[in-house]
């Protein structure tokens, strides 16, 4: 049996390891609600540069209201070091060539792994040129996400793209809980489906309990 990886405990060893010193995350942000507390939790230990670059989004006007809201979580949270963020411009055809084939596939299977590596693909090669020293994502904070494909996926663009992933599982030691807390507190926008038309159309189906954050 393969040996299951924490990888909460994994990025503490490189927090760890970093410490004394303030190096620069690019972090891929899906959503405010998921960034809250990764923000809150990573900006004591990085410069992060939060790169909202999302595809998968099922409509410009779904993708600009949640850059607005993670624009206006970034200026609004006291964080311990000051975060930048680039909205990188919408472009559903990559998304939609990615996951050609697949889009009969339920939410959790192959398709969102496609998603996956468009995404982590995209933002390794952001953080290659401009030179950060690691980048990551606030995806695994969701409890519907998968963070081993997550991890695998981020670990195999920055074998490809030359530049270190940081391990993470953000669900863990409550960082899901908290960041409903902070999405209440800072009033964000709290969609209920994980961004793509497959995902909306499986949201609104009956009986449908979406309880998770979106990504």
């Not at 299977?109 to 030179?131: H, N, P, S, V, W």
Request: charged share 20%; proline share 6%.
């Amino acid at each position: 049996m393969a040996t299951r990886i924490n990888y909460q405990l994994e990025m503490e060893r490189v927090l760890h390891r970093e410490a004394g010193h303030t190096p620069r995350l690019l972090l891929h942000c899906c959503c405010a609600p998921c960034a809250s507390f990764v923000l809150e939790s990573l900006a004591p230990h990085f410069c992060i540069r939060a790169h909202y670059d999302n595809p998968n989004i099922d409509s410009a006007e779904e993708y600009a209201r949640r850059a607005g809201e993670l624009q206006r979580l970034a200026a609004q949270m006291p964080l311990a070091n000051a975060v930048s963020v680039a909205v990188v411009p919408y472009a559903p055809a990559e998304f939609y060539a990615a996951v050609r084939g697949l889009e009969a596939i339920p939410e959790g299977g192959a398709r969102c792994r496609a998603c996956y590596r468009l995404r982590l693909a995209r933002a390794a090669q952001a953080a290659a040129a401009g030179k950060y020293d690691y980048f990551t994502s606030t995806l695994s904070i969701s409890p519907h996400k998968n963070a081993a494909w997550l991890n695998e996926i981020g670990e195999e663009c920055a074998q490809e793209y030359g530049v270190r992933w940081l391990p993470s599982d953000f669900k863990k030691r409550d960082g899901f809980k908290r960041s409903t807390v902070l999405s209440a507190q800072y009033g964000l926008y709290r969609q209920n489906y994980c961004g793509c038309a497959f995902s909306r159309k499986e949201a609104a189906a009956p009986l449908r309990h979406t309880d998770g954050p979106p990504a």
